[in-house]
């Protein structure tokens, strides 16, 4: 098919790509062309103001374009374009909601664009973006002005924090959260809010107030969407963080060779530099000390006040519009709080009594809830009949052994938080359920039983006690505690770093065991050994603060020496008029020792360095299965599985079809079964590795080598030995290249 | 070998030729697609029954609203019937429909992409009866200036055609509506490459993006139409003294001097009433949006002479001065425009 000819008279030309590819690159010279593009623009946006609803398409060139195309080039010329900013936020806030689709994404794109080329700032691009998004009724637009909107102030936040645009943004969500409680506009703010947690960029207090706020309102899905962020806003926030810690790794060895074999080209390089940076970004980002970033529930301000006014509004008051499993997710909030920070809501408790059956639908969220909202401060008189109220309703020869372990967990958890809870009956009544033929109530009465062990042993009978328990009761070390005791608080891991000490110092004696005579006087020099080095140290730290983990780990400073007698010669004694005081006491309980530790020596940064080390150490063994499990941390929430419990292993046998699918749940899937070699030449080919000898010659076409074996037959005797003698010496060789530099 | 062998007789399949025999059909060469197929029944779905031929009146809304259509050809050809329409008809006859109505479906048509359909608009809009169109210039403008900066050459020249047309017909209406000065005049400043010093000079870049356009001498026309402009905005208003009463009572209310018509007591009368043109109180912008200098009115002429020689005055002597120096037909032309200012000059000094 021939082209058909366009006649020269025909043809119009109107390429703004092909202008704007060339005012890029020499804005100067065409600045006449440029020019009457704006009047042109100027002109086409009198035309559309006059009739903005109307869809009539202007010939080869349309609104969009111009727009496009202005702002492409806007930054060659501020003089000139100085009002199309604003122009374009007059359309947008104006016409929205009768411009054509097309048209207002392009605003939009071409405000962002501006922004980014620093022709408008992210205030007033925020201010005009976030009314539309809020008041549009398109759900394309919708989407696009969030996305942009988030972008926008994640990347006003990439460098440093944008601490004035934050908090006028923050502002406007918490007026916009607190102005109409009854609208669903607040839900706007939430998913901003959650969406700057989750990437950190927002991780103030203020952040959590809009939250807070928001939770209160009267709106159930601004509610429940408040209510959630709380109770996982900061999962989802380590999650992301895991997740960009463990991109893929770049192999810049990897990556430099195969520059070194390929062809050089400039994208190659190019990429090789980008590889070079990041991997140089990543480890500056490795180096850079932790952010500190506080839980939502932390950052609370008031959180009685909170926890009271969630807990009368949406679960006491009658009037409340929520559903249950609304109500379930704000009770599981308000019991967090007071687990968490220790609250006491008075008809808290009161309130879940009627909620205590095992008809109530989700009966196990209760169950946690209430495990949740018990802590050692809350009175036990409140708690008692709870407890006894689940002991009469779950646990029960009578009721179904999931019941029966549900009511026996959750007692359980009840009982590890306040003790004093349970009364001696009640508990020598449920502990006979270890005896239960169901594995999971027997199970969750074990549970009870070996948590009483360690907790208060004096309330079980005399032979459930158990050996270690007996014998701590007679020696007087397990005591019940009473209510709202306190343990004297320490620094966490500090015993761990005593025991290191302690072995360090053994195996220095051990170095040095011969000239311990003159230790003294060493000693001393030591002493001032020590001083200095601090002071050095301390020195070279103001320089650069990145060293310190390479402080000198064995140099101590003592400023007392009422201790470590034990320890055996007074190596680090600092001044010996003091001696009289030191004496050995090898009675000395655990923790008085840790806690002179901390108070009669400053830890050196070494000292605090190798803490922080043991520290983590023991919670990654702790985390090692069959050492003893890993203890919650405060943060964490109870879930109803854990009431739950073994529930599952009472459920009966499983059919066949769940065993298979069991068997086969570790199991990848195999798509083929070959041999071992296929599977490994398969491998090679997919790692792009090329074929041995041996393969290139069984591969050979069959007609290249049919010659050569025709002509063998033919080899007269001499030939045979020339060609074997010729074999045997490449043999010797190495082939026919020859191990040239192996022999050398 | 036995696979070569067969490989071969494989290959010779491909170029076999087909017998013709004679008495049988021709065989079905191998590209052929089937297309027929079987249908109980044809359904129409629009079918027109009319006995009668479609009245002159539905024809001509018809056609105009064509001229909205995706095809070239339809649009011209729409154009041209509506031009043979109006110009066939009786002046003494109403059109079938009225300007207001048709102008916002031409004037896109300025902009359109086929050089015939411009033609074609130039030709029915000459044919349209000027009274009706002196009422509408407003929204005619911007469709011009949005013509006359446009990339494509041939557009520029139509719209500077159009320009011509409408000063010629409605002069007084266009340089004095909103806008319709200095927003003009810097589209001909920018279509001339006059604004700043260096673009004027003669060794600038002249035609320095797009492409020329395939009617020559753009330069020559644009400065014709551009003197024919600045007479109608800041030439002498020649016409004054043969204008009947109601004319000049428009154009300039106390040009006409103390030759009052009504009685001894009323000196000049006309300027204490109501103007007698189709929207009176249009000054007052009561309805549009705010208007910033460069979209305001301009209504007499000592106004526009003053925002001429503020902002204009300069670039445009330039920029005449080196059409002179070019010489040949572009010198020519670039006097007519200096005869208008000279001219302008002159009533300036006289007021």
Redesign the interface.
Known sequence: MVKRKLGALEKVEADLPNLQHKIRRDPKSYIEDFRAQHYQYESHREIFMAAPSATTETGLISLRELIDFLAHVADCYPTITKDFPQQLIDILTQHHLILQPELREKIVGSLVLLRKKELLDSATLLQTLFPILISTPSKTLRALLFQKILMDLRSSNAKTTNHKLNRTMQTVLFNMVTSDRTSSKGLWAIKLTRELWKRQIWTDAKAVEVMKEASLADNDKVVVGGVRFFLGGDKEREEMEDESSDEEAIDLGKVKHQVGINKKTRKKSRAVEKAKATVKRRERKKNQPHPLNFSALHLLHDPQGYAESLFSKHLQNTKSKLNLDQKLLVLQLVTRLVGLHKLHIMHLYSYFQKYLTPRQPSVTSFLASLAQASHDLVPPDDLEPLVQKIANEFVSEASASEVASAGLNAIREICVRQPLAMNETLLQDLVMYRKSKDKGVMMAGRGLLSLFREINPEMLKRRDRGKDASIGLRSGERKEKRFAEQEAGGIEGLELLEKWKEEERRKKRAEKGLASDAEDDEDEDDEEADWAAWNVEDDEDSDDSGDWVNVQSDVEIELSDSEDEKDGPPSKKAKSNDDTKAESKPEETAEAKFSKLATTRILTPADLAKLQELRTEAAVNALVPGSKGATRHRDDPLTAEEIEGLAALSAGKATREERIAHAKEGKTDRSEHKSVTAKRKERKEDQGKSTTNKEKARKKNFLMTLRKAKSKNKRSLVQTRAVLKAHQDRAKRGGRRGNVGAVA | MGSSAKKKKEKQKDFQKAKLKVGKAKGKPENFTDTSFKTKGITLTQQSLTLTAPSIQSQFTHHVSLL?SKSDAQRRDSLAHLTTHITSKPTSQPLPQPVSTLLPTLS?????????VRTQLLKLLRALPPADVEDHVV?LM??I??G?????A??RVTAIEVLSWLVEIAGEAVVSCA?GWI?TL??FL??L?W??EE?SKWSA?RA????AG?KGRPMVKVLGVLAEFLHAGIGEDEDDEDVVMGGAEVESGYGSGDGGDGGFPIVQADVHMVPKTAQPYVYLNLFG?PRDEE?EMYETREERFRVFKSRFLVAVERGVESARQDGGEVGRASSSVSKVLKEARGVDWEG
Request: glycine letters at 10%; charged letters at 10%; hydrophobic letters at 30%.
């Open positions: 909205n896109p048509l300025i902009l359109d992409a086929s050089t015939n929204q911007p469709y200036r949005a006359m900066t446009h990339l494509a041939d557009i806008g927003k810097n589209c920018s279509v490459g604004h700043t673009s870049n320095a993006f797009g492409k395939a949006s979209g």
